[in-house]
């Protein structure tokens, strides 16, 4: 399976589990668990790790500025042109993340726990 066709399976997943545990009951509910499997796989496994290899990056272009190119220039430009596409980087994932996060707060998607306010109700008068 390609990594394109992964991710349409991923986009479709994400987009009728909801529908699908309303509509379909137990097997609604597989896929929407196996959705929110995925969700949690994404957050606790890929993003910290892809962060963790970012942060690499960074000492390794440090290294390379202060250390290893400290006589030659050519070698500390390499590693400054490291270092600020690593904070680039990192500031567009982080950005990303951010939006991300706002997104699912106010549309209230659902994949990450119902934020739904309850019903407002009126008094039975019974005290």
């Given at each position: 399976m390609?990594m394109?066709?992964?991710s349409?399976?991923?986009?479709?997943?994400?987009?009728?589990?909801?529908?699908?545990?309303?509509?379909?009951?137990?097997g609604?509910?597989a896929?929407?668990?196996?959705?929110?499997?995925?969700?949690?796989?994404?957050?606790h496994?890929?993003?910290?790790?892809?962060?963790?290899?970012?942060?690499v990056?960074?000492?390794?272009g440090?290294?390379?500025y202060?250390?290893y190119?400290a006589?030659?220039?050519?070698?500390?430009?390499?590693?400054?042109?490291?270092?600020?596409w690593?904070?680039?980087?990192?500031?567009?994932?982080?950005?990303?993340w951010?939006?991300?996060?706002?997104?699912t707060?106010?549309?209230?998607?659902?994949?990450?726990?119902?934020?739904?306010?309850?019903?407002?109700t009126?008094?039975?008068g019974?005290?």
């Amino acid at each position: 399976m390609s990594m394109r066709t992964f991710s349409v399976f991923l986009l479709i997943s994400f987009a009728i589990a909801p529908a699908a545990v309303h509509a379909a009951g137990t097997g609604g509910l597989a896929l929407y668990l196996f959705s929110l499997q995925i969700v949690e796989l994404i957050n606790h496994v890929f993003v910290p790790f892809i962060y963790t290899i970012g942060f690499v990056i960074f000492v390794w272009g440090c290294f390379k500025y202060f250390i290893y190119g400290a006589d030659s220039e050519e070698e500390r430009k390499k590693g400054r042109d490291l270092v600020v596409w690593t904070l680039v980087g990192f500031f567009l994932m982080t950005s990303l993340w951010g939006l991300v996060n706002i997104l699912t707060g106010t549309l209230n998607f659902g994949i990450f726990g119902n934020t739904t306010p309850p019903v407002p109700t009126l008094p039975t008068g019974a005290n």
